[in-house]
């Protein structure tokens, strides 16, 4: 397959803002592949090279792209800079040189895979010398590019392909390739795709044996899961009686959460909820955790908190915050943010999967496997039988910081569901006994620009929730509050690398911003009320034909949600349950102090 053929895909998906139309394109694309340009076209699709959680980097600044762009056309770094200042886009620039520029008539196509072994290189490229050996890569396919390969090849080495394909889409169209559109079909290939986090791998087994070829599957150490979500109630009688009327509560912490793979030989990774691996930045964790566990290979989850030395006091999330992405000053956020992590459930222990077991076997087993440490502790657990029970828990709780409980069912179809939302889990907050019933992770998508004190910046962004069954992001508020004047000046820089010139295909809003970006970047937000809306698209048709939900008066926390990528923020549908949820009021809280206690 030559690298022109999926480049001409990415024009038509780009083209587009309608799903089954992107889904026919990627059909089309994918059913004659097989072997490694099946795999690679896919990753490639996803601007990737790798599944996320390998953590492959091409490591190419602008002014890298810029210098192999100008090398590649005979033109001058500056002038390429200039001229992209007025396209918006160094992929675009690059295509529009490339058209201007004489090829030598034996220059042989691009073929994809070697397009893909020559990224590689460049992802691979360390040391003295790397960046010369990355812009001289680049400027050897550019050499060989027609203009719309350069412009995805651009885009691509700067981490802004801007196709707005996401895995629902992927998968979709995999199902509708290789196996069969029906729902059965579908959800078993999701399902395999939970649990591998590896687009490539899925497509792959189901190109040679079909879905049937998905049974062999299994949990691997290294290979993260994607997690188990859970849902809300509006009160703890609604909670217990969706669990028939008995359950297991947990402190819920406000930390990191955190899936821990060890291997036989005592290695340790740790991934966040994004399948990031943040060992690095938490290695007195990695170090704990082999002395604790009795038994090897495992994964577990579990919530990394702060916590003060001296008072044993949780510390809040933003302080663990500062440790994800550090590079510098490790040692000294080491000692200043120490951390513990509360394990709350085991997915394989030894050689076995576990995570088809009840709750209550996998506590249990949890329970043999852990030896609790300064640093690695089994989350508290408490089983209620009662409304009186369940509100005297949440009391306590509450009254010592916690964020609330986590309500986990003790049926005997309570298996952990990677990737799945359901109500075998269900979360109860402080928060619900306000007037709007919890605090909302929104995508950025958009921004308005500023007047009086804030014109020339950024006065307010456009806000979406996530639509996982149309695979696209719904606005449901423009939020200008809560930002200090730092957090305003900061705003332009943590946006730009997602900013492009037109309406992402997988939005929908009735706003036109001054500025859209592509859905990355998730902040916390918190507001009055939900009301219905006709501007805005949050779970459309739900409340009212033709109308979506709105936040009123919105105001941002000052928290991004760095551990949450745009698919795992806020849903549609749990906005829309939000909406009903929020009338309630009148229940108690209390403050104080939860410490982190070390039981033996």
Excluded at 398 to 421: N, T
């Amino acid at each position: 397959m030559q690298y022109r053929e999926l480049a001409h895909v990415y024009e038509k998906i780009e083209a587009t803002t309608k799903r089954l139309e992107m889904r026919s394109i990627l059909v089309d694309l994918l059913r004659p592949l097989r072997g490694r340009e099946l795999t690679c076209a896919l990753y490639l699709s996803q601007g990737s090279l790798r599944p996320e959680y390998e953590g492959v980097e091409l490591g190419v600044a602008e002014s890298l792209a810029r210098k192999a762009i100008a090398e590649a056309t005979g033109t001058s770094a500056g002038a390429v800079g200039e001229r992209t200042r007025t396209s918006g886009d160094l992929g675009t620039t690059a295509g529009e040189l490339l058209r201007t520029t004489r090829r030598l008539e034996d220059t042989a196509p691009l073929e994809l895979l070697e397009v893909y072994d020559a990224l590689t290189g460049m992802a691979h490229a360390t040391g003295a010398g790397s960046q010369e050996t990355k812009v001289q890569i680049l400027v050897d396919l550019l050499r060989r590019a027609t203009p719309v390969e350069g412009k995805y090849l651009v885009r691509f080495v700067m981490g802004t392909l801007r196709v707005g394909v996401r895995e629902m889409t992927i998968l979709d169209a995999l199902a509708a390739a290789f196996a069969s559109p029906d729902k059965d079909a579908r959800e078993r290939i999701e399902a395999a795709f939970n649990l591998t986090s590896d687009l490539g791998l899925i497509a792959e087994k189901l190109a040679s044996g079909g879905v049937a070829s998905l049974a062999s599957i299994r949990l691997e150490v290294g290979r993260p899961i994607r997690p188990m979500l859970a849902e809300r109630a509006k009160s703890l009688e609604e909670l217990l009686e969706r669990m028939d009327g008995k359950a297991a509560f947990e402190y819920k912490y406000d930390g990191l959460r955190v899936q821990a793979h060890l291997a036989k030989d005592g290695s340790v990774r740790l991934f966040s909820r994004r399948l990031e691996e943040i060992g690095p930045q938490f290695p007195d964790l990695a170090k704990a955790l082999p002395s604790a566990i009795r038994e090897r290979p495992v994964i577990l989850e579990g919530e990394c908190v702060p916590f003060d030395r001296t008072t044993g006091a949780i510390r809040p999330f933003q302080d663990v915050a500062t440790r994800r992405g550090r590079k510098h000053d490790l040692e000294r956020a080491l000692e200043e943010v120490p951390v513990v992590l509360f394990v709350f459930d085991v997915l394989l222990a030894g050689s076995e999967s576990v995570y088809e077991r009840p709750f209550p076997e996998r506590r249990a087993i949890l329970e043999k496997l852990v030896t609790p440490s300064e640093r690695i502790r089994i989350a508290e657990e408490q089983i209620v039988t009662s409304v009186e029970e369940a509100n005297d828990y949440f009391e306590e709780v509450v009254g010592q910081g916690a964020e609330g409980v986590m309500a986990k069912s003790l049926a005997d179809g309570s298996r952990y569901h990677p990737g799945a939302r359901g109500f075998w889990w269900i979360k109860y907050k402080r928060d619900y006994v306000t007037h709007l019933a919890d605090s909302i992770d929104g995508v950025v998508v958009g921004a308005f620009y500023g007047r009086g004190r804030r014109a020339g910046a950024y006065g307010a962004l456009l806000l979406a929730v996530y639509r996982p069954d149309k695979d696209r992001f719904e606005t449901f508020c423009k939020v200008g509050s809560g930002f200090d004047d730092s957090a305003l000046a900061e705003l332009p820089k943590r946006l730009a690398p997602f900013r492009i010139d037109h309406a992402p295909p997988e939005v929908d809003t009735g706003l036109s911003p001054d500025q859209w970006f592509r859905p990355s970047v998730v902040l916390e937000v918190k507001g009055a009320e939900l009301t219905v809306s006709p501007v805005h698209r949050a779970g459309i048709g739900a409340i009212r034909p033709d109308a979506g939900l709105a936040l009123r008066f919105p105001r941002f926390t000052g928290r991004y949600r760095t551990d949450k990528s745009a698919t795992q923020a806020t849903t549609s549908a749990e906005l829309v349950e939000m909406y009903r949820m929020q009338d309630r009021s009148g229940a108690r809280t209390a403050a104080g102090e939860h410490r982190v206690r070390h039981k033996a």
